[in-house]
């Protein structure tokens, strides 16, 4: 069985490369009953919006931060994060008012 801890990263050159969604993954002699395990990274983004406190509420761009995989269970774990800038930082009485929302579309 391999450790999980040795899988975590990116092949050289591409650690800089920001995932999207829809790019294949291929895992190969890591999965005791399967020499090949081929699936792909959904497409679908989440829709992302955040609401400052008297501020209406403003669309983010969506950012795949980390993909994993237990190819025991058969899974795929996305997850995103969205940010906007700012011209200063909140005070925490008010960063703690921060609304947002998050909705998966297909």
Same mark, same amino acid.
């Given at each position: 069985? !391999?450790?999980?801890?040795?899988?975590?990263? !990116?092949?050289?050159?591409?650690?800089?490369?920001?995932?999207?969604?829809?790019?294949?993954?291929?895992?190969?002699?890591?999965?005791?009953?399967?020499?090949?395990?081929?699936?792909?990274?959904?497409?679908?983004?989440?829709?992302?919006?955040?609401?400052?406190?008297?501020?209406?509420?403003?669309?983010?761009?969506?950012?795949?931060?980390?993909?994993?995989?237990?190819?025991? !269970?058969?899974?795929?774990?996305?997850?995103? $994060?969205? $940010?906007?800038?700012?011209?200063?930082?909140?005070?925490?009485?008010? /960063?703690?008012?921060?609304? $947002?929302?998050?909705? /998966?579309?297909?």
């Amino acid at each position: 069985m !391999a450790d999980s801890r040795a899988l975590q990263g !990116a092949s050289p050159g591409l650690g800089g490369i920001r995932l999207r969604g829809g790019e294949a993954l291929r895992a190969t002699h890591v999965h005791p009953t399967s020499q090949e395990w081929v699936m792909t990274i959904p497409r679908e983004q989440p829709r992302m919006s955040l609401k400052p406190p008297g501020c209406p509420y403003m669309e983010v761009e969506p950012e795949l931060l980390s993909v994993r995989v237990d190819l025991r !269970a058969g899974l795929m774990v996305c997850t995103w $994060s969205g $940010s906007q800038e700012i011209a200063a930082r909140y005070p925490d009485d008010e /960063f703690a008012q921060i609304q $947002s929302r998050v909705q /998966f579309v297909s």
